[in-house]
DNA sequence: TTAAACTTTCAATATTTTTTGAAAGTTTAA
DNA sequence: TTAAACTTTCAAAAAATATTGAAAGTTTAA
C-alpha cells in the first residue's frame, strides 16, 4: 500500500464511520483529511481533494468549527482562509467527549429524571416505567461523570493506568 | 405529568437519540415500549402501540433480535410470538458495547494498523498519516478494552469503584 | 468609492434511508 | 391433505438527509 492507497482508504473509513456516529461524509471526510495534512489546507485544496462543492465544504468546515476540532488560520499577506484539524488525538477525544455529553447526554439524563420521577400510581406499568428510566437515568450520569472526568483529563493518567490495570 | 405522558416522552426521546446514534427510529422506539413494557408484546400490540406497519416491526424486531438484545418469547398453548427486551440495563450496556465492538471499532482498528504500517518514504506527509493514524489506533486499541472489559465485567464493580473515585 | 477575491446562504436537486403493504412463506391444528 | 393464523420478504413509495451551485454577502486593497 503506497501513501494515496493509504491515505484514500483511511479518508474513506473515517467518513463511512462518521455516518455510523451521526456525522454526515463530508464531514468526517474533512476531517480525516485535515488531521492527516501536514499544512493547513485552504477551501479550494478541500474541494478538489474530497471531489465535493463550495457550499458543502463551508458549511461542514462549520459544524467542525462548531464542536472545537477544526480551525481557522490565516497566512501572512494572503486573504485566503486555511483550516488545520486539532491533531492531538487525546483532545480531539476530549473534545468531542465534551461535546457529545453537551448536546446528548445531558439533556437525556433531564428527561430520563422528568420521566422516572411521576407520580407512582400503583400499576405494574408504572411501577417497571419508574424502574427502567431510573436505572438508565443512574448508568447515563456514570457515563457522563466519565466521559468528562476520564476522557476529559488532560495528560491522561487515568485511562492509561486503568488500561494497564485490566488488560 | 402521568403514566401516558411520560411514556411517550420517553420512547420518543429514545427514538429520537437512536438517529443520533445510527439506529433507526422504529428500532429504537420498539426497544424502548419493550424495556418499559412489564409483560411481553406481541407484533400487534406493537405495530398498533406505535403506528408503523408489519414490515417495519418485523424487520426492526429481527435486528433487535441480532443485537441480542431482544428476545422471542412463546406463551403456551398460543402460535403468536411475543417479544420481550433484555431488562438490566447492566446487561444491555454489555451487550451493545460488545456488538458495537465487532461491528465498528475492531474492523476499524484493523484498518488503522494497516494505513499505520505504510512504508515511510520519508516525506513529511507520510509521516504525519503514520503518525496520526498510530494515534488513533492506540487510542481505539484502549477504547476497545475499556468497552469489553470495564463495561462488559459482569457485577460492574469497576464502573463503580472508578466513578466514586473520581467523582 | 470600486472591484476583486473570497465566503456564506439557501432553494432546488439528488441521494440515501426508512417505511409500507401485499404477496410469498411458514407453522399448526383438524 | 387443507386452511387458518401467523411471520417474512421485498419492490415501490415516502420521508429524511445531504449536496449543489449560483446569488448574496463580506472583506481588503488600491
Chains 1, 2 share one sequence.
Do not use: C
Not at 488560520?73 to 488525538?89: A, I, L
Amino acid at each position: 500500500m503506497n501513501y494515496d492507497e493509504a491515505k484514500n482508504k483511511f479518508i474513506s473509513t473515517w467518513g463511512a464511520l462518521g455516518t455510523l456516529w451521526g456525522i454526515n461524509k463530508a464531514m468526517a471526510q474533512i476531517h480525516a483529511l485535515l488531521l492527516i495534512s501536514p499544512e493547513p489546507l485552504s477551501m479550494e485544496d478541500i474541494m478538489e481533494e474530497l471531489q465535493i462543492s463550495r457550499g458543502n465544504t463551508s458549511m461542514n468546515l462549520r459544524q467542525l468549527m462548531d464542536w472545537g476540532i477544526v480551525f481557522k488560520e490565516n497566512k501572512m499577506g494572503e486573504r485566503k482562509e486555511y483550516f488545520t484539524s486539532e491533531k492531538d488525538v487525546q483532545e480531539l477525544a476530549r473534545q468531542i467527549a465534551k461535546e457529545r455529553s453537551r448536546r446528548e447526554l445531558q439533556p437525556t439524563i433531564k428527561i430520563l429524571n422528568d420521566v422516572s420521577n411521576i407520580k407512582d400510581d400503583g400499576t405494574a406499568k408504572t411501577a417497571e416505567l419508574i424502574k427502567q428510566t431510573k436505572a438508565l437515568h443512574e448508568m447515563a450520569d456514570n457515563l457522563d461523570i466519565m466521559m468528562n472526568k476520564v476522557v476529559g483529563q488532560e495528560h491522561n493518567w487515568i485511562t492509561k493506568a486503568l488500561v494497564k490495570l485490566i488488560k
